[in-house]
């Protein structure tokens, strides 16, 4: 028996080396507000009031580096914006923080950016299009691509701070 469809992922745990510097990507970058801290060694955060989308704790990474290249892991934890503004507007913010963007792509049914946080875990910001625009294939399954994207047309379009 396969899962729900209304099914969803809840929250991603991960280790950081330094709560304050991992509490100022995801609040600041990423635009999640922080829910509860456990002291100086853990923290909450969220979009919406939920309690929370993401943790971050130094349990057992307090001053930790990431793991090497090609090893087994976290590929990225994805952020799903609501809109093209949306959008824009966390990666005119990430730029600003002077973050690199290590990729960026049209997925056809999404559009997607690609950075790391400060602990080099990769971050995905997206923001899907309407299923009724998804591209199919002649017999009508998915057909996803990875094309080009204009990520300054996306900044362009940034939503105002609020």
Do not use: C
């Amino acid at each position: 028996m396969g899962a729900p469809s209304e099914m969803t992922i809840g929250h991603v745990h991960l280790r950081v080396a330094d709560l304050e510097r991992a509490v100022a990507f995801y609040r600041d970058v990423i635009g999640l507000e922080v829910m509860q801290r456990y002291g100086d060694r853990a923290a909450f955060l969220s979009a919406g009031g939920y309690h929370h989308h993401i943790g971050l704790n130094t349990w057992q990474s307090l001053g930790g580096t990431p793991p090497p290249k090609g090893h087994t892991g976290l590929y990225h934890t994805a952020f799903l914006f609501p809109d093209r503004a949306a959008l824009g507007a966390a990666i005119k913010r990430a730029l600003g923080a002077g973050i690199e963007i290590s990729g960026a792509a049209d997925h056809g049914v999404s559009e997607a950016v690609y950075l790391d946080d400060p602990d080099g875990n990769g971050v995905e910001l997206y923001r899907d299009r309407p299923q009724a625009e998804w591209p199919r294939d002649t017999e009508g399954a998915l057909a996803m691509i990875n094309a080009p994207l204009d990520v300054a047309a996306l900044v362009a379009e940034a939503a105002p701070a609020g």
